[in-house]
């Protein structure tokens, strides 16, 4: 069974970093797209970083530059770096995971089978 598990959200402010974890059980990551959404009150869930089964990343355009993904396949974990945070940044955090071929670059969250609960980032000005 495929469980995603996120912690390190929290409160920052303006310019300040933060780092998501996201523990993987139940699949190899290796082997699957692994990506990080978010989603803020009344606003649809946007892609934020994927990275693919060939090993490439992309990114959204408002956090490139600011935030890096990356994944440590021996232990099934994601984790995304936040740094120069910006108000615009609050939100839920997801992370999610596919084995579906297309996957790989793709920031659309119906190429996305597993999600997590979520992790609340509060970023203040």
């Known amino acids: 069974q495929v469980q995603l598990v996120e912690s390190g959200g929290g409160s920052e402010q303006a310019g300040e970093s933060l780092r998501l974890f996201c523990a993987a059980s139940g699949f190899t990551a290796s082997r699957y797209c692994v990506a990080w959404f978010r989603q803020a009150p009344g606003k649809e869930r946007e892609g934020v970083a994927v990275i693919g089964m060939d090993g490439r990343t992309k990114y959204a355009d408002s956090v490139k530059g600011r935030f890096t993904i990356s994944k440590d396949n021996a232990n099934n974990t994601l984790y995304l770096h936040m740094n120069n945070l910006k108000f615009e940044d609050t939100a839920m955090y997801y992370c999610?995971?596919?084995?579906?071929?297309?996957?790989?670059?793709?920031?659309?969250?119906?190429?996305?089978?597993?999600w997590g609960q979520g992790t609340q980032v509060t970023v203040s000005s």
């Open positions: 999610t995971a596919s084995d579906w071929w297309w996957c790989s670059g793709d920031l659309r969250p119906t190429s996305y089978k597993y």
